[in-house]
């Protein structure tokens, strides 16, 4: 188990240690993990970001807090004072992440092709495959049984986890992670009909990713048909999302779990694309779109802004009855019409 | 080919053979396989759960059935009398399932970590990689290319297919079944945003699993960020489905493909929810809840019962135009009341 | 880099080649890549197939072209004129796919049963696994982490890409294309329950696939319970799709990514399932029908045609107030028909 003294989590954060109204500044106590001002314990650092939890900083038992300036004065134990509790505690958090493997080892059950070139301080798991002509930046791990398809280039420290297919000639940034089971620069869904039988177009594109990127698992990035698949920098993809061929991603957009994104979508800087969300093919999405949980775009957004669809759950019985209505709605909306004509007529009529 | 006597199925389920209308008792008949009524041949078991398949029952191949003893006089062939001939077909279904693998074997291309505990008979295909401090209980079978990640626990009697990932620190209990490229405990979706970068929240939590489990393919569940997620016992989750971290899962649910339930969502115990389905972040869900398929779940549900969304499909034509009117529904609704308002002032006029 | 002169181009397609306004035919020049009208640059060959891209033709720099009879006079480069230049395109793609490994190859590092039979000519990568009783027929591949599983066939000309899962007992015919860390033959769904226990049903069917299919990514194909799940020939699927236990798919039918198939389900031939659609079990669905995107199919389709549900997408505000309409819709309809009621009796009582 990893631990820290206090100050030396105040040096990493660049942030200066503040007596709490109960206890003095005590840089060399040990803190050990993180917790909610609710469930951290005594050994533990915890944050308030949100106002809302204010209610619990009086009786925490968390050695140091993070906090806002506006409640440092409310905080029993020391605190650390921050514009953005949330993010220092972002950053706290990576240090007590355990280390998951000795770094810097090539595991002897490792299949590393003769010409592939690896960085200073790379580590590969057991199983793990790694191709003719794939370059490997320092200090990146690849966990086992991963796959890193020919000609490949990963930047450094990223950290591929376990299971991970990367095909062949796909180009990704430094600092990239991408969780297990995820697949990278698979084919295209691109095919040619000739009298009912489908022909492939082979993907001859390739799949580019920037810096930052995080991956979650079990999701795929298609490879371009003639051109490429690009993924910007500081994006961040949950899990079981589909990506596919030539789509664009701009810088910072985050993409939440099962969101489907269709053929040659483009999706501007800064967007956020919620869960179980699905994107047409060659929808334009421009810079600052939010898109709510399970809508499905089906036509261009031009402005910034958040966008829906869908209907709102409801008892069954209760439901039954509208979705039958909602089958009727053109008549309905026509019976309107006939009724206001109707009323009209009597109006003038009068 | 496994076979069993009648006698030895019998025994199996606690139940005595009966005479059919046109054989007698045949203890010693070798049975090879099941079959519904209308497919089973000769040398087969079948079964009537539901009633309205009674009549494929007097002509059935099967040398044996499974019925209800209200059915019972109804069977040409030896029967076994049971209150729920369903579950009596599903306890036989198990013994006819081929065995994959021999057992309590290690294969040598196994890479077992010198720390690792295995219980006794505990059988390790190839290319499986065991990581340092796991421990796995007697009986369990740990397929090909799977990879248990660090310090992680697995009960007894546990069937982890090919290909499948458990990261570091997870706990499963005894008789739970995870099928292929399914990852359990990969980070959670967590990040705070500053100026525009996504900092990525370590997910310090892990996932805790129950007893008899069973988990479809290309499924994960993500580990907890400073709690854990928790999968009740008795719970089955079909293919494709996303957990998200910090998801609390009751005992006896039922999970169908395609769904995904957001961070921090709760779902009480035997609750069913169908293919498709999407449950919001933070949301709760009492015991005993069922959500039809593809319904998006976005506010609490606190009293059991059948809850639904979405629209009915309808030829595309009919659709597009009751789809436009459902963007003119508050429109509509307005010139209903305006309608409303109309004709009640003439009534008052009158 | 592969490249081929004109020449052997229009053999391979058996087209002849047509000189351009601007330039004479040029048997031997060489041709390294593909390209669309817009990018492809000289020594590249590109296609004009749908009318509204002829704009480009005049001013391409490809140095040949795929053109309709139409369109020949309009181009200025060496052309060869097809009736469908789209397929032409789809099938010189193939030729410029890059070879992704040394053919004919087993790596020592794979495990390949004493019992499996491999045909002439196949190729298995680092860390695949071979179990036994498994057929392969001539020149087919298996990628590196792939897992195929006790007694399961694959004919000839078959690509498994890497990580892939295949389990026992399944049935794949000849030219069939498996993406990564796709799951075939996986237990399907099936469960009896005893007082609030799931007991299992053994899924002792299998999955039978036939020729010149195509499987994307992270997909998986459930085996049957009792009887086979049956994908036809010439069938096409995308990523992230769930095939559950029984379903039965007609020849020639594509089906796009983050589709659901529920049990049971019945497809025809030549349907086309958009992305994200949702098709309920035991559903059958006629020859020729197409599902538009993020559809939910939960009855039988007996015509031919397109078929849709769902809510087109909208400013959240606006969305929020006609979605609240919805939940009142049955409501709204009752009092459209009270309105016509007055209107009636008023008509009457004039």
Redesign the interface.
Known sequence: MQSFTLQQLADHLGLTLSAGSEAPVQPELMIS????LE?AESGEISFLANSSYQKYLPDTKASAVLVKPEHACLSPVTCLVTD?P??A???L??????V??ERAQI?P?A?IHHDAVLGEGVTV???A?I?AGVMIGKGSVI???S?I??DSVLGHDCHI?????I???VSIGNSV?V?????IG??G??????K?????????GSVIIGD?V?I?????I?RG???DTVIGS?V?I???V?I?HNVRIGD?C?I???T?I?GSARIGN?CMIA??A?I?GHISLCDGVT?????????DITEP??????????????????????????Q??K??RQ??K??AS?KTSR
């Open positions: 993990g993180l917790g909610t469930s953005n949330y993010v505690f972002a950053r958090s990576q240090l007590f992440d355990p998951r493997m595991h059950a299949s798991g057991a199983g495959v191709e966990e086992a049984n796959v398809g020919k986890f376990p299971n991970v297919t095909y062949h000639g992670r969780h297990s089971n995820t697949v698979a084919d869904f691109g095919f040619a009909n000739e009912g039988k489908w022909i492939r177009i082979a993907q001859l930052f995080e979650g698992s079990n999701t795929n298609d048909a003639l051109d500081q961040i949950d899990s079981q589909q596919a910072g985050a939440a779990g099962c489907g269709a800064y869960g179980a699905n047409a898109i709510t949980m399970c809508t499905s775009v089906t036509k802004g958040i966008y829906s669809s869908g209907t709102l759950m409801m008892p069954n019985r209760h439901w039954r009855k509208n979705v039958i209505r909602f089958s009727q709605l053109d309905l909306a019976r309107i009724l206001e109707e009323a009597h």
